[in-house]
């Protein structure tokens, strides 16, 4: 039923607006690339017998700002499985499809409502979609991104539509084919109108790829200021650690 225009929906909309912006469904972007990511190595550790199955779990609301939240996904991979996921499982009767636990938190943490059925075909098609988006992320450029994304945009996304979903939600422009589509398919279409708007908005990538060695993770550029490196103020440290005890050495060697 189309909920009435009262001041509780205005209010509602504007929370939804929030949860929704083009910013944060970047963020969102970001952190389910980095779990599609880690829950696909686990899957093919797990295949070659090694230990771990059991890592997927929830994103860690603990850290802040925007180098946080697009590496939360990355990080939910070792956290514990969330009690809701664990009781969707149970109810099920047996275990969710690899991954799924932690596709559903990231989607938690990013505003989405309601029953969310991610099965084991969902997470393997939203992996794949996950490897073209990591293209975009490390685009070494604007240009480059543009190409890729306008390359996904073709392929992969339909023509521009408003929905509100029914009157469930404010108006907001989608690109996948309807309200009903796989998640795969919105994953891509969201993920890739959101980078593209930063992209114009901003005339730099939208985002990078985490330039420790030690690290894959992908995340979200800020707005101004130096261009980014790093995906969190840990890794940064951990680098330059890194660096100032291989600059000692060479000292010491060379003394």
Request: some cysteine; proline content about 4%.
């Amino acid at each position: 039923m189309k909920r009435s225009r009262g001041e509780g929906a205005e209010a509602a909309d504007d929370e939804w607006s929030t949860r929704h912006s083009v910013l944060r469904s970047a963020q969102r972007a970001a952190a389910l690339v980095n779990v599609l990511s880690a829950a696909g190595a686990a899957g093919a550790a797990d295949a070659d017998g090694a230990d771990g199955a059991d890592d997927v779990g929830t994103t860690d609301g603990a850290r802040s700002a925007e180098s946080a939240q697009s590496v939360k996904g990355a990080e939910s991979v070792k956290g514990a499985v969330s009690a809701e996921s664990a009781v969707s499982a149970e109810s099920a009767g047996g275990p969710r499809a690899p991954g799924a636990d932690a596709v559903t938190a990231v989607l938690r943490e990013y505003g989405e409502r309601g029953p969310l059925d991610v099965t084991a075909q969902d997470v393997a098609d939203m992996r794949a979609v996950a490897a073209r988006l990591r293209e975009v992320f490390a685009a070494p450029d604007a240009d480059t991104a543009a190409a890729r994304l306008n390359r996904l945009l073709a392929e992969g996304c339909g023509p521009v539509r408003l929905t509100a979903h029914g009157g469930g939600t404010p108006w907001h422009i989608h690109l996948d084919g309807d309200d009903s589509a796989p998640w795969a398919e919105w994953f891509l279409a969201s993920s890739c109108m959101a980078l593209a708007v930063l992209l114009w908005d901003r005339q730099r990538p939208p985002g990078g790829l985490c330039a420790s060695p030690r690290c894959d993770t992908v995340y979200v550029t800020g707005g101004s200021g130096a261009a980014r490196r790093y995906c969190s103020p840990r890794c940064a440290t951990r680098e330059r650690v890194a660096s100032h005890r291989r600059a000692k050495g060479s000292r010491a060697t060379a003394g």
